[in-house]
């Protein structure tokens, strides 16, 4: 069984930071993508950044320039460093990861259970 264990959201007030993390523990062969999607109230979720295991990279562009997604392999963990915020990327952010559990078998998506990021003064 994978779970995903996420930490560090809280209230910060607009311009502030915060650091999203995102452990993943459990039988783990290869982590082929990791994400973090984000879900405000009365809204959809929503991508704001993704990283695969090559490296690369992709953002949202509401937060191109703000956010930077980055992972440690030897941890499984997906962080998510949120600079300059604004009161509307106030929502419950999600990690995402697609895992293989052994070599041979297909991918399977795990989601973190959400962490709220609350920006206002």
């Known amino acids: 069984q994978v779970q995903l264990v996420e930490s560090g959201g809280g209230l910060v007030q607009p311009g502030g930071s915060l650091r999203l993390s995102c452990a993943a523990s459990?039988?783990?062969?290869?982590?082929?993508?990791m994400g973090w999607y984000r879900q405000a109230p009365g809204k959809e979720r929503e991508l704001v950044a993704r990283i695969i295991s090559s490296g690369a990279t992709t953002y949202a562009d509401f937060v191109k320039g703000r956010f930077t997604i980055s992972r440690d392999n030897a941890k499984n963990t997906v962080y998510l460093q949120m600079n300059s915020l604004k009161p509307e990327d106030t929502a419950v952010y999600y990690c995402n990861e697609v895992v293989r559990l052994t070599r041979s078998s297909r991918e399977y998506t795990y989601w973190g259970q959400g962490t709220q990021v609350t920006v206002s003064s």
């Open positions: 459990g039988s783990i062969f290869s982590i082929n993508a």
